[in-house]
């Protein structure tokens, strides 16, 4: 198996940028509960019981997600700390325990769930917990995996042998939305949809940018060979759905939908450089950095990466043949310059410490490197990378969250992108026979005024929607909506 | 050990003296007494010493060493026993240049040898050859000389980390090989209208990459444009590592996966096509050979023969103008791919160091780069390189000392440099009083010692012999290993 791209099991989407694409970081529990809640209840939904195995923070954060969205969350953890702290701040059942020991694990109900998710930092510890559960016949297990060789093909422990549904690597993860990041320079937000075909990006609209004071119809009369749908703009904290006779204005945040292959063309239109990633420098020699670099050389972008101990800079020399493998520090400003970090595409840090990661991203900032990405370990400083004015964060805790509940929650439901910059979610759907929206076109079904059509794939063609469009069974229709039109979008589902 | 081999050698000598009964020739008797002697002596050595246990490195050393020097020794018996060569030294020459695959010859008129004599030094290249293939890709490698470790893990066959029962393994498979392309090339030759004893004795000296003829004017003797071409087809096969061959037998081609093998190819590609070109272009061509087909083939043969240590000469490339010289002089550095029966320096060195450079030039613009050498996708281990560097070093420095020496026996400073570069590459022709059409049988006695020495250097990649001569070698070893 190669070593990159991680391949998902076949009935789940391929890694997208959720809940921290871009600036959104921490997200605020009300932004996200309002919109699930009122989807779950609206739909027949089983409130599941989920077993937590582990409540560091992706637990925590996997907890408190789940919680809001009215499943029954027991969270085990050994240390009586966390197992406190979880209790007092989240609407869940804590228990304190080995969550790889059987009695512990059947304590917790084990025996009623339908899900566990074992995110100890500790790989043993979580595949154990999983294989105790498939024993017992939980449905779903998902398990954190850091170390390649548990599931590479061929590993005694892979999931085909040992029937784990989802393994999760987190630096991996972590890797793929860094590498989406540095795609577009200009991207405030990204998300992709339909397995990787369909992207979502945000963008701020630049003074004397083509589109700007213009409508979106005379914006359709003038590019009529470009395929997008400008999906929202947010102008001063107010999200709308745009139609037809409504101006983008310079300073307004558009989300824009378009099929990835024409995704490139977008960004010049608000008034941005064409952007082509052909330099990246990766300071910090981390797990997160060398996948970051495997999938760079994959992609035939030139890659420098450094890191301060000789020992780990001959070990990414052997297993990056393309990169360049400097033996430096993050933050020793006078090299990086030497090797060119002003004006180069991207520049990443990740090394161990967040605080070094800052710093380093701060110089390489100052110098002029186009995209800044910060790797961010503790939750707390996510919301200062914005403000410091670092382009974008990413950390591998919290890619782990939402690979799990992109993965939890498919189903009729394939992708939620929650995005922080904008009050509006962005929901692929699949269409059954039965939906109430099957064989009508648009514009017979009264689609809700607050939402849009961004997409429909049909069979292996992107279509982007007009009026008399049909939408067919089997069709995966993108919507994007204000959270108030959410509960009318998914009737028409139904 | 060193006296099985012998037992071996003594047996290989009942073949010519059969050739030599099938035509009738008087030196059967000679030739029976030849192989009667070795095989006494081998027994002689062999049986009170049965082998038993493994081998340690330090006797690997030895015991390769000895082994090749002795065969030389007593596969000069033929030699002196016919009475075709009186002094011992001219006898010894020319059985180590056979077995040691150079084809360098102390014979002036090879024409009027006895059958027997021209198949017995036919043998001795295909015996060296079957010798080397199991040493550099089977033996060397676990005894580390010069970069050979490299090949541990491309060597077919089970991977157990003991010496013997790999060899064997190894051998079986490789000399599988060797002898279907030695019989391929026979069958080609004959089909080709050559007489069946000069196919055979020309396969042998070329899968070898040995270069002794049974024509006094090598394979410029031969005019034919089919037997010159199918002669470069098997020489650079025989410059290939026969262990890609083997694979490539066993259903994957590997060829182009291998750098070693594309530098191989262009090099020799490169080379040919600047000689054609000049040769052409110069006019100064030798006379008999017409046109632009004549010029590139012999552009070809010469080349693919330098490179891959033959030494077969299909034109005397002395006429050639010296720009076409110099091409053919740097040729002799390069020798054949590691793993091959060519001699030299071998490509897969050569493509280190060059590598090697590369990188040097590009430290200096990135000061505190990490920069890893390798071949293929595996990276190089600093030590090993280090022992690559120390390997060139000490070859040149060979060359320039066996140079030296021909020069106080009184040779001029091209015959000098040529003997020593020759013998010492396992080439055989080099250039001056030793050139394409000359031989080295007006050396004296101390000269073609000399030069038998830097053979065996050669052909056992210098470290494994130069290790015998230091002192540490002989102390004592440790009581276990």
Not at chain 1, 384 to 406: W, Y
Not at chain 2, 213 to 236: C, E, L, P, Q, W
Not at chain 2, 321 to 344: E, H, R
Not at chain 2, 436 to 447: E, I, V
Request: charged share 20%; with cysteine.
């Amino acid at each position: 198996m190669g070593r990159y791209p991680w391949i998902p099991p076949p009935d789940i989407p391929v890694p997208s940028l959720d809940l921290i694409a871009g600036n959104a970081t921490l997200m605020p529990p009300a932004a996200m509960s309002a919109a699930s809640l009122r989807r779950d209840s609206d739909r027949e939904t089983r409130f599941m019981k989920v077993l937590i195995v582990g409540a560091g923070e992706v637990g925590y954060h996997l907890a408190q997600r789940l919680s809001e969205e009215n499943h029954d969350v027991v969270l085990i953890d050994s240390n009586p700390e966390r197992v406190e702290f979880a209790a007092q701040q989240l609407d869940v059942i804590t228990l304190l325990g080995n969550g790889a020991s059987l009695p512990v694990l059947e304590e917790g109900g084990v025996r009623e769930a339908a899900m566990l998710l074992a995110v100890t930092s500790l790989d043993e510890v979580n595949l154990v917990a999983c294989l105790a559960a498939k024993r017992l016949d939980v449905g779903l297990t998902v398990a954190r995996i850091s170390n390649p060789e548990y599931y590479q093909r061929g590993s005694v422990l892979s999931r085909e042998h040992m029937g784990i549904d989802l393994m999760i690597n987190p630096e991996r993860e972590c890797a793929w939305e860094t590498f989406q990041l540095l795609q577009s320079a200009a991207a405030t937000d990204v998300a992709q949809f339909a397995g990787g075909r369909v992207q979502l990006i945000g963008l701020r609209v630049k003074d004397g940018a083509p589109v700007a004071g213009r409508s979106l119809l005379e914006l359709a009369e003038r590019y009529t060979d470009k395929h997008y749908v400008t999906a929202a703009i947010v102008r001063n904290d107010v999200t709308r759905i745009p139609r037809g006779h409504d101006r983008i204005e310079a300073g307004d945040l558009l989300y824009v939908l378009a099929p990835t292959s024409e995704i490139v063309g977008i960004p010049p239109l608000a008034g941005y450089e064409r952007f082509h990633l052909k330099r990246v420098m990766i300071a910090g020699g981390s797990s997160e950095g060398e996948y970051l670099a495997e999938l760079l050389e994959q992609h035939h972008v030139e890659c420098t990466i450094l890191d301060h101990d000789r020992r780990r800079c001959v070990e990414l020399a052997d297993r990056l043949p393309r990169s360049l493998v400097l033996h430096a520090d993050a933050t020793d400003l006078e090299l990086l310059e030497m090797e060119g970090v002003s004006g180069i595409d991207g520049y990443v840090s990740a090394t161990g410490h967040d605080e070094t990661n800052l710093l380093s991203s701060l110089l390489a900032k100052s110098v002029g490197a186009k995209k800044v990405v910060s790797l961010i370990h503790k939750f707390e400083y996510l919301h200062l990378v914005p403000r410091v004015g670092i382009d974008a964060s990413v950390s591998p805790r919290m890619s782990t969250v939402n690979a799990i509940l992109r993965y939890v929650r498919r189903g009729r439901v394939m992708t939620v992108a929650s995005l922080m910059g904008i009050h509006a979610e962005a929901i692929e759907f699949r269409v059954d026979e039965g939906s109430r929206i099957a064989g009508k076109t648009l514009r017979d079904v009264h689609f809700p005024k607050d939402g849009i059509v961004g997409s429909i794939i049909r069979n292996d063609e992107i279509i982007i929607p007009r009026g008399d469009d049909e939408i067919l069974p089997g069709d995966e229709v993108i919507v994007f909506a204000l959270p108030g039109a959410i509960p009318e979008v998914e009737k028409l589902f139904d | 050990m060193v006296g099985l081999f012998q037992v071996f050698v003594g047996l290989a000598m009942l073949i010519p003296v059969v050739v030599s009964l099938l035509y009738r020739e008087g030196d059967a008797g000679a030739l029976f007494l030849a192989s009667l002697t070795t095989l006494v002596a081998g027994g002689a050595l062999y049986l009170p010493t049965r082998f038993n246990g493994e081998i340690t490195t330090r006797e690997g050393f030895a015991i390769v060493t000895m082994a090749w020097a002795a065969t030389a020794n007593f596969g000069a018996l033929p030699y002196l026993f016919t009475g075709v060569l009186s002094s011992p030294a001219a006898a010894v020459f020319e059985a180590m240049s056979g077995f040691t695959t150079t084809g360098a010859t102390v014979f002036a008129d090879i024409e009027s040898l006895s059958h027997g004599i021209l198949f017995w030094r036919s043998l001795t290249h295909w015996l060296g050859g079957m010798g080397i293939i199991v040493l550099v890709i089977a033996v060397l490698p676990y005894l580390g000389v010069g970069g050979m470790q490299l090949f541990r893990a491309e060597v077919p066959g089970p991977t157990p980390e003991r010496l013997r029962p790999r060899i064997t393994q190894t051998a079986k498979l490789l000399w599988f090989v060797y002898v279907g392309l030695t019989a391929a090339q026979t069958l080609l030759y004959v089909a080709g209208g050559m007489g069946l004893f000069d196919a055979v004795n020309h396969s042998f000296a070329t899968l070898a990459t040995g270069g002794f003829s049974t024509k006094n004017a090598s394979m410029a003797g031969f005019d034919s444009r089919y037997i010159h071409y199918v002669t470069i087809v098997f020489m650079y096969l025989a410059g290939v590592n026969f262990s890609l061959h083997y694979r490539a037998a066993t259903g994957r081609m590997v060829y182009l996966r291998d750098q070693e093998w594309r530098l191989y190819t262009y090099v020799i590609l490169i080379a040919a096509g600047l000689l054609a070109v000049v040769n052409f272009a110069s006019g100064g061509y030798a006379p008999g050979v017409a046109g632009v087909e004549g010029a590139v083939r012999d552009a070809l043969f010469q080349s693919v023969s330098i490179t891959t240590t033959t030494g077969f000469v299909s034109a005397d490339y002395e006429m050639w103008i010296p720009g076409s010289q110099m091409i053919l002089f740097a040729l002799f550095f390069v020798g054949g791919m590691a793993g091959s029966t060519g001699g030299g320096i071998k490509v897969l060195r050569v493509l280190l160091l060059l590598k090697q450079t590369g990188n040097e030039i590009r430290k200096h613009l990135h000061p505190r780069a990490i920069l890893l050498t390798r071949v293929g996708t595996r990276a190089i281990r600093e030590d090993v390189m280090a022992n690559i560097i120390g390997f060139v070093i000490l070859y040149l420095l060979l060359c320039l000392a066996g140079a030296l020496v021909m020069g106080f026996l009184g040779m001029d400073p091209l015959t000098a440099l040529a003997a020593s570069m020759a013998s010492l590459g396992n080439v055989g022709p080099g250039f001056g009083d030793v050139g394409a059409t000359d031989n080295y049988g007006w050396m004296s006695d101390p000269a073609l010692v000399v030069l038998s020495f830097l053979m065996l250097v050669g052909r056992l990649e210098i470290y494994t012999v130069l290790l015998l001569f230091h002192p540490e070698t002989w102390k004592a070893r440790r009581s276990f290993h």
